[in-house]
């Protein structure tokens, strides 16, 4: 990993975002009939890894993320034209309607097809978050309304509430304290 | 022209999703998680509304403007209400979206099957 | 049967696979070996209404067909062993509820089909059972909602992701009737070398493969030209090589031979893209063994085959704690009778 990475990945680690570190794999190495360490074997590995295309994926995430975001867009105009909304009153029923569209086509069967060539283009938008969603509450009927989609559907979309409500109340509390009163800097 | 920078402003968000992904090798979940924070962040450094402003659903759609949203209703009720607003406020600008992936997703799931 | 070196068993009895059976899923019967599997599927869903409930026929099925191919009936079978990659193996123990056979449940990961058949050879050697049906299964579907993300969910694999197989394996051991013969196992020890990625699965199964194979050729005294064909169970297109450069490293002669991985071989991966490095799975191993490989032994294309199945010993959680992986291999050679 390059050491430009590894700072922030400690700094995410500490704050608990990345997953924890445990020491030691304890890999029953004394016994083995190997004899190569645990450093060297990981050098094997990461020269056999297949690198992740990074410039293809993210010019296709930038397109399909554009594009959904015009359409987005699009969506608003339409609710500002046809309902005489301004841009903050369209904003909500605009991204019902993404959301709708978005539980359409996990229903479909087709939108991890599409997510898997446009990467974070479908999962950044709330498209993302509504197909999380909906494809838990999907898996999940299996096991009833209750215990299977009810106690399942924000098994991924739950992170994401979790800190964004955690991060607006200290963000809050910060300016409560030093006085600020609401609204904005 | 507001569909330009729509286009532009919503793609580049999603590149810093996807160096997320691909650079750091977090998670989707991590990622999210990530960018619904800087969201906030950058709603309470007073960035995001502006941001909004000129690109319209570029910054609307995207992951981030959930933070955003969440920041705006904590920061609103606070002004509205004094402290406790900083709870209560949270929500209500997120409601519509929430509501509605919860309703759509439970509508979804009593008729079809996830087609693997 | 005796032990032989450290940890590879040496069945003298002879015991014998006088039925088998592999039964899969579409993706699978798109493949290369369709002709090989006794039953495809034309839908993931085994027409059940579940994942879990269509993992389960696959292994109800294939277990029926194998008892039909060995000619014997449910009442005669002594044990059942099998297991599966679902928590609590599921799919193994309400099969073996409708079997109604005594039955041993073991977890191997993707080795389990090597596992079972080892165990089976090693009851019937020692006169402990007559009739012993060795079998596995994994369903794609499943293994994705436990151990990965919902179906529908939009995520995007890497370059190194694998394609859980759709499908069960069995075959059924004895030391009457014919067959193709167990001549020996080499019991694998549990190997990690650190590799934390779950969708990196070739990279941390490599070093168990690798142990297993090394000692296998340690204990027994034989050379990998000894044998016709040796495969891995799902190493795949990451695995494979990086086991060909610990081999190398160790001094085993592997170009003697022809050595393939089973997940590379059940998929085309140029037509079937979506499969990525290759196959995965409990099933991956089992169905190739029981269907392909052995059709081959029995049309004469091959005599001595060593099929060393890899197993990811993780949990969803373990990996959410942070650990590494550790793996396991099993390795069983089958010979035809000369």
Redesign the interface.
């Given at each position: 990993m390059q050491r430009q990475a590894v700072r922030p990945i400690r700094f995410l680690r500490r704050f608990c975002i990345l997953p924890a570190q445990t020491k030691g794999s304890g890999n029953g190495k004394k016994s083995s009939s190997l004899s190569i360490s645990e450093q060297d074997y990981k050098k094997v590995a990461k020269k056999h890894e297949p690198s992740r295309p990074i410039l293809a994926n993210c010019i296709k995430a930038f397109f399909v993320g554009g594009f959904i975001c015009i359409i987005g867009q699009a969506i608003q105009e339409a609710f500002k034209a046809g309902f005489d909304m301004t841009s903050k009153e369209a904003a909500s029923p605009t991204v019902a309607v993404m959301i709708l569209i978005s539980v359409i086509l996990t229903c479909l069967g087709v939108y991890d097809k599409i997510a898997q060539w446009a990467g974070a283009g479908t999962a950044v938008p709330v498209t993302g978050f509504a197909n999380s969603m909906c494809s838990a509450a999907l898996e999940h009927r299996a096991e009833g309304l209750v215990l299977g989609v009810g106690a399942n559907m924000f098994k991924l979309a739950g992170s994401v509430i979790v800190f964004g409500v955690v991060a607006a109340f200290i963000i809050g509390i910060i300016y409560a304290f030093l006085g600020f009163g609401g609204g904005h800097l | 022209m507001?569909?330009l920078w729509?286009?532009?402003?919503?793609?580049?968000?999603?590149?810093?999703?996807?160096?997320?992904?691909?650079?750091?090798?977090?998670t989707?979940?991590?990622?999210?998680?990530?960018?619904?924070?800087a969201?906030?962040?950058a709603?309470?450094?007073?960035w995001y509304?502006p941001l909004?402003e000129f690109a319209?659903?570029?910054a609307?759609?995207?992951?981030?403007?959930?933070?955003n949203s969440?920041?705006h209703?904590?920061?609103?009720?606070?002004?509205?209400v004094g402290?406790i607003?900083?709870?209560t406020g949270?929500?209500d600008?997120?409601a519509?979206?929430?509501s509605?992936?919860?309703i759509?997703?439970?509508l979804?799931?009593?008729v079809?099957?996830?087609?693997? | 049967m005796k032990l032989v070196g450290r940890q590879t068993w040496q069945f003298e009895n002879r015991p014998r696979i006088i039925g088998r059976a592999a039964v899969v899923g579409p993706e699978e019967g798109a493949g290369p070996l369709s002709a090989d599997f006794d039953y495809v599927y034309d839908n993931l869903e085994i027409g059940e209404k579940t994942w879990e409930k269509g993992e389960r026929k696959l292994l109800e099925q294939a277990t029926q067909l194998a008892l039909i191919n060995a000619n014997i009936t449910k009442e005669e079978l002594q044990f059942f062993i099998g297991g599966d990659l679902l928590n609590q193996i599921i799919s193994s123990s309400f099969s073996a509820r409708k079997l109604g056979a005594p039955y041993l449940g073991v977890f191997g990961a993707c080795s389990t089909s090597m596992e079972s058949l080892a165990l089976a050879s090693l009851i019937v050697d020692s006169g402990a059972g007559e009739y012993v049906l060795a079998g596995t299964v994994s369903h794609n579907c499943t293994v994705e909602k436990q151990f990965r993300y919902p179906t529908e969910y939009g995520s995007q694999k890497p370059p190194y992701a694998q394609y859980t197989v759709t499908g069960s394996g069995c075959g059924v051991v004895s030391r009457s009737g014919d067959g193709p013969v167990i001549t020996r196992a080499t019991i694998g020890r549990v190997m990690d070398l650190g590799i934390k990625d779950p969708f990196n699965m070739g990279a941390a199964m490599a070093p168990a493969a690798a142990d297993t194979i090394v000692s296998h050729f340690r204990d027994t005294g034989l050379e990998p030209g000894y044998y016709d064909l040796i495969v891995t169970g799902d190493l795949a297109s990451v695995g494979l090589p990086i086991t060909k450069e610990l081999l190398q490293k160790e001094g085993i002669p592997m170009e003697q031979t022809t050595f393939n991985d089973c997940g590379l071989m059940i998929y085309d991966r140029e037509k079937q893209p979506f499969v990525v490095a290759g196959g995965s799975g409990c099933g991956c191993s089992a169905t190739v063994t029981y269907g392909h490989i052995l059709n081959r032994m029995q049309k004469g294309d091959l005599k001595r085959v060593l099929v060393v199945a890899t197993g990811a010993l993780l949990s969803p959680i373990s990996y959410q704690q942070g650990e590494s992986i550790p793996c396991i291999a099993h390795a069983v050679a089958i010979e035809k009778e000369a």
């Open positions: - | 507001q569909f729509a286009f532009i402003v919503g793609g580049l968000i999603c590149v810093v999703g996807q160096l997320l992904m691909d650079g750091v090798k977090l989707p979940a991590h990622t999210m998680s990530t960018l619904v924070v969201g906030a962040v709603d309470a450094l007073g509304d909004v319209g659903a570029g609307s759609i995207p992951i981030t403007s959930f933070g969440l920041v209703g904590a920061l609103t009720e606070l002004e509205k402290w607003g900083v709870i949270i929500f600008l997120t519509a979206g929430i509605a992936a919860i759509f997703s439970f979804a799931a009593l079809v099957r996830p087609k693997g | -």
